[in-house]
């Protein structure tokens, strides 16, 4: 079994030596022993419009529900204890790392040993991560004013080009998570803030300049 996580950042070269190798299980004209190939991506429409013949290839096709907070919380719970059982974190510290988190396992684990590792309050960990709540970063609060400025479309490449960062990084840490979060819809001529958004930033009353 070949497992490839996040399959979606995998170049251009690589997706076309991978092909041949799952279509005749052959390296160079050499037979190889038939093996299975597992891939993840959350960003299953960058893997499409670029690795097409890739993603034909594969038998199956399931999209996995997200985690939700309370599965979240056991998540924690449970490698909390089995990693740190001289250091058991208080069940709300743990509440607030899993509403946090964006429902991510290793990002959780990552808040979790932060905040294990520099002995301090919660709100110091988020902070130093940037988390300006419920999982929003300084960053995606740019998106959203970047956004919520511009009645028509933005394009990608102007996001992250106002980011100051390429667009890849923008998609796998910005966008899946605004989109999961209904805080921004994706058009073919680019992406809009949605009403969830705007109302996100008139509840956290963010001054652009503050940033």
Request: neutral net charge; proline residues 3%; contains cysteine.
């Amino acid at each position: 079994v070949l497992f490839i996580d996040e399959i979606h950042m995998i170049n251009e070269e690589l997706a076309n030596f991978i092909l041949p190798i799952i279509e005749d299980f052959q390296i160079n004209g050499k037979r190889i022993r038939p093996f299975t190939l597992l891939a993840c991506t959350t960003e299953k429409g960058s893997l499409i419009k670029k690795f097409k013949p890739l993603i034909d290839r594969f038998k199956i096709q399931k999209t996995l529900d997200d985690y939700t907070e309370d599965e979240m919380f056991q998540l924690i719970k449970q490698f909390n204890k089995k990693s740190f059982k001289e250091n058991i974190v208080d069940d709300n510290i743990v509440t607030m790392i899993s509403q946090n988190c964006r429902l991510t396992p290793r990002i959780a684990i990552r808040y979790l040993e932060s905040y294990i590792f520099m002995d301090t309050d919660i709100k110091t960990v988020f902070d130093s991560y940037n988390i300006v709540k419920e999982g929003i970063t300084e960053n995606d609060i740019k998106v959203l004013e970047l956004l919520s400025e511009n009645e028509k479309p933005v394009g990608i490449q102007a996001i992250s080009a106002y980011l100051g960062t390429s667009e890849e990084n923008y998609q796998y840490t910005n966008e899946g998570y605004l989109l999961q979060k209904g805080l921004i819809t994706r058009t073919p001529r680019g992406r809009l803030i949605s009403n969830k958004g705007r109302k996100f930033l008139e509840e956290l009353n963010w001054k652009k300049l503050d940033l």
